[in-house]
Structure formats: structure tokens, C-alpha cells
């Protein structure tokens, strides 16, 4: 055999070699199947199979991943949809247990939130003291009894209003309230707080309670391992996976990496920051400013924090709704809070049923086929005895009215039965 014959014959033997070590992706041996949920167990009916298809739909292979330009949308609420329980409230106590609340300056306490009553301002600077650095509330049960009812029922100890004057359709100021509570600490150090008790609410037994004040109060929080499942598929299937949340963002930053979410794609409530530290003012979307305190991540506040940090949109464009092939395809959430987000996402919404009115009239009814309800997949709500009322008071103006609860032409959805506990 000639040189330049034994160098040909050299050369296909190592084709065919490297043919034989080429992945499963490689044209040659066709694109890999999607990946599928690896739990099974607490998926109510054909929640599962519905997913999963909608996955299918979606998915990009290793080729797609490089040359799409845009990656299909999943978002997600995190309390009570991603894990069970609140880490916002389980945050709060922390704070309390531990004396890491700061007083207002000069103990004028409408300065934490511009919705504060003036009822409620006089009963938290008559029960917490103003001339200390931080309110040693782990024993003046006195004040920290008084920041959870504000907190806790909006309300103050005696029964006063906390709140008032809102739009209820973009700020909840109880939500609101405790990233406002972390005035004067730096993002890292409340990250460094909401890391203790994440450490606490992980390692406690399911069921525990803890000392607050003079409360026991919920002592856990525990990961949804059908979610972490459902996150970890979507993101290997090429989905760009996001977190929006009420509970103040440095929080959410620390527990979504639980789920293998980087706090680059978490949202929650922002701080305006001075030198460096957290004021009590709040980060505006669309047309709401800086420091006006006026939309949070809470209903259409998440309609707009979604268009303005995911899509991009920014000014009064973010409050609307955007065009179907920008919006996400699945949506994730288990309460009125979410009903704006979960009615944008153009494939599924899934909702945990933990009976509240709006979204369950709204799921329920599946006007356009794409609600699914499941079961919360830790200790779920049993089956609501009377039909939610869509038809009368299921819907909350932004004034705070009660009214029917409509669909997208107007007519009023009927009442529905709980049918998914």
C-alpha cells in the first residue's frame, strides 16, 4: 500500500471512530427526548401528563439551545407554590426572636410605611421604645406582639386598622411593610438573616411552632419536591425558569437557590438603598417611581415587575399585557396575588389549591382550557363545604370593593364548586 493510500485508510478509521463517540444529540443518532418529571407521587389527575406535554411542545435540544434566540418563559410564586409555608413570616419572626428590627428614626413609625394609619403608628410607639439601635423585641414582648398583629392581620392589637388608602390591585403595604422593616441593615446582611432562618425552618419538624412575643407561631417551611422536580425538567429542557414573590428580594434571593434558581432570576419587593443600606421606600415599576411606594410584586404589580425585569419593558408598556409570543408559557401560583401572572402565561397555569377566592373562581371556571388545580402537595386544604362566590364578591377592586369576578368579554363567571382538594 502506497504512503498516501495507508494515510487515507488511516484517516476513515478515525471518522469512523469519533462517529462512534459522538452524543446522543449528534445528527446521526437524532435529538435526545425531552426530559420528563422524575415525581410522580401528589400530581392530582392528568396534571403530570399535561405538563409533561407542554414540555414536549417546548423543548430545545442541545442544537435548539444554540440557536434560538429566545427561550421559552416559566414563572413561578414562590410561598406556598414552590415550598409550603412563607418565608417572608418566617423571616419576621427571625427579626423579632433575634432583636434585628430597627426603630424609625425619631419613633415616627408612619416613616416605615406611607399606608400606616395614624391608629397604628400610636400603638407601635407606645409599645416598642425609640432611644436604642435595634428593638429588643427577643423580650419586650410588648413591641413585638404589636409589629405581628400590623403585620400579621393588618391590624393593631386593639382592633384599629393598620392600612389604608392603597390600591389593592398593586400594593399589599402588610407584604410591603417587612421589607420596610429592613431599614438601615445592608442587602448582604439581610441575606445573612434570612439565611439563619432558612437554616432554622429547614432543620425544625414538620408541624413546629416557635415563641414569638407572647404567639406560637409556624416554626417550618419545607421544599415541594414535585416542584424542585418540575424546575429542575424545565430548565433542562432549555426553559428560562424565574421566581417572582412578595417577600422582600434579598429573602428570596437566599431560598431560591434551594431549587437551583440564581438570585438573577428571582423578584421580590425592592428597597431604594442609601450609602449603601435599605431604606424604607420601595423601587418603582412601569409608571410607578422610585421611592412612591405604590406597586409591589402583588397582583398586576407582578404583571409589571414580569414585563419590566424578564421582558424588558419598562414605563407605563409594563403594566399592560404583552404580546402572547413574549409572555410565558407556564405560570405557577396558589393565590389572589397571582392571578394577573397566571392569566398571561399562554400555555399552563397551574394553580395549588389553597381556597382563595379570585384565582379558584378563575381556575375553576377554565374559561380557555388552561388552568390545571392541584392539590398542595404538603398537607393540602380539604374540600371548601360552599361554592366560591365568582358570581358576587370573588373579585377585589383596587379600591377594596368586593365585586363578581369577570372574564376577558365581560360576563361574570358563575360560582364554582371546590372539586380539587
Excluded at 434566540?69 to 418565608?87: E, G, S
Excluded at 382592633?159 to 445592608?186: C, I, K, N, V
Excluded at 407582578?302 to 410565558?328: F, T
Excluded at 371556571?365 to 365568582?390: A, L
Aim: contains cysteine; glycine residues 8%; aromatic residues 6%.
Amino acid at each position: 500500500m502506497t504512503s498516501r493510500l495507508r494515510t487515507h485508510a488511516a484517516a476513515a478509521a478515525l471518522a469512523v471512530a469519533a462517529t462512534a463517540l459522538l452524543p446522543a444529540t449528534d445528527a446521526t443518532a437524532g435529538p435526545r427526548p425531552c426530559p420528563t418529571l422524575n415525581v410522580s407521587e401528589g400530581w392530582h389527575g392528568d396534571n403530570k401528563a399535561r405538563i409533561e406535554r407542554l414540555i414536549a411542545d417546548h423543548c430545545q435540544d442541545e442544537h435548539d439551545k444554540g440557536t434560538r434566540t429566545k427561550k421559552p418563559l416559566a414563572v413561578f410564586d414562590w410561598d406556598n407554590t414552590v415550598i409550603k409555608n412563607d418565608v417572608g413570616d418566617a423571616t419576621l419572626y427571625w427579626l423579632l426572636r433575634n432583636d434585628r428590627i430597627r426603630p424609625p428614626r425619631h419613633g415616627d413609625w408612619a416613616a416605615t410605611s406611607r399606608w400606616l394609619t395614624p391608629e397604628a403608628a400610636t400603638a407601635l410607639a407606645g409599645a416598642c421604645p425609640t432611644s436604642v439601635r435595634t428593638l429588643p423585641t427577643s423580650t419586650d414582648t410588648r413591641c413585638a406582639d404589636e409589629i405581628l398583629a400590623v403585620y400579621g392581620t393588618g391590624a393593631t392589637s386593639t382592633g384599629s386598622t393598620a392600612f389604608a388608602g392603597h390600591d389593592h390591585r398593586r400594593m399589599e403595604p402588610q407584604y410591603a411593610w417587612l421589607a420596610q422593616l429592613l431599614h438601615g441593615w445592608t442587602a448582604r446582611e439581610v441575606r445573612s438573616f434570612a439565611a439563619a432562618a432558612r437554616a432554622e425552618n429547614l432543620a425544625a419538624p414538620q408541624g413546629a411552632t416557635q415563641q414569638v412575643g407572647t404567639a406560637r407561631v409556624t416554626g417550618w417551611v419545607r421544599h415541594y419536591e414535585q416542584q424542585r422536580d418540575l424546575i429542575r425538567v424545565l430548565q433542562d429542557a432549555g426553559f428560562d425558569v424565574w421566581i417572582v414573590s412578595a417577600s422582600p428580594e434579598p429573602v428570596v434571593d437566599v431560598w431560591a437557590r434551594g431549587v437551583g434558581i440564581d438570585p438573577s432570576h428571582a423578584i421580590g419587593i425592592r428597597n431604594t438603598t442609601e450609602h449603601g443600606r435599605l431604606t424604607s421606600h420601595l423601587q418603582g415599576c412601569g409608571s410607578v417611581h422610585d421611592g412612591e411606594d405604590r406597586m409591589i410584586t402583588y397582583i398586576d404589580g407582578k404583571r409589571c415587575w414580569i414585563n419590566q425585569e424578564i421582558l424588558g419593558v419598562h414605563g407605563p408598556a409594563a403594566e399592560r399585557v404583552q404580546p402572547a409570543a413574549r409572555r410565558q408559557v407556564l405560570a405557577a401560583g396558589d393565590s389572589d396575588t397571582d392571578v394577573s401572572f397566571l392569566r398571561d402565561a399562554t400555555g399552563l397555569r397551574l394553580v395549588l389549591n389553597r381556597n382563595k377566592n379570585e384565582l379558584m373562581c378563575r381556575a375553576y371556571d377554565n374559561s380557555d382550557g388552561r388552568w390545571i388545580v392541584n392539590p398542595m402537595f404538603i398537607e393540602p386544604k380539604k374540600r371548601r363545604t360552599t361554592p366560591y362566590p365568582c358570581a358576587t364578591t370573588g373579585y377585589t377592586a383596587a379600591d377594596g370593593t368586593a365585586g363578581p369576578v369577570r372574564r376577558a368579554d365581560g360576563s361574570i363567571v358563575p360560582d364554582q364548586q371546590d372539586s380539587v382538594f
